[in-house]
Nanobody
Framework: QVQLVESGGGLVQAGGSLRLSCAAS????????MGWFRQASGKEREKVAA????????YYADSVKGRFTISRDNAKNTVYLQMNSLKPEDTAIYYC??????????????WGQGTQVTVSS
């Protein structure tokens, strides 16, 4: 069992930056791949970034490539999403999730409660 708590969301102007954090409970955090997802109002949930258990492999949606960076610190049971050059279309609730593989979107088992990111133009 893994419990996830996101933090770091907020209101930022276009072009600004935010860093989201996701703190995990449980001693098995390092065995899970982690992903960041987002869901904008009226839209389907989208996977924006994922990272394997060691941090050696990362994956990004085309819409955020070059602007967002996912990383993890297994000693701190935390995964991060650094978001730079934010755009109004990045506005969404951001969720972190844990699963067996970074690329198997349907296999993510554990989810946080989400944190709101709002980018003003």
């Amino acid at each position: 069992q893994v419990q996830l708590v996101e933090s770091g969301g907020g209101l930022v102007q276009a072009g600004g930056s935010l860093r989201l954090s996701c703190a995990a409970s449980g001693r098995t955090f390092s065995s899970y791949a982690m992903g960041w997802f987002r869901q904008a109002s009226g839209k389907e949930r989208e996977k924006v970034a994922a990272i394997n258990w060691s941090g050696g492999n990362t994956y990004y949606a085309d819409s955020v490539k070059g602007r967002f960076t996912i990383s993890r610190d297994n000693a701190k049971n935390t995964v991060y999403l650094q978001m730079n050059s934010l755009k109004p279309e990045d506005t969404a609730i951001y969720y972190c999730a844990a699963g067996p593989s970074p690329v198997l979107t349907a296999a993510y088992q554990y989810w946080g409660q989400g944190t709101q990111v709002t980018v003003s133009s």
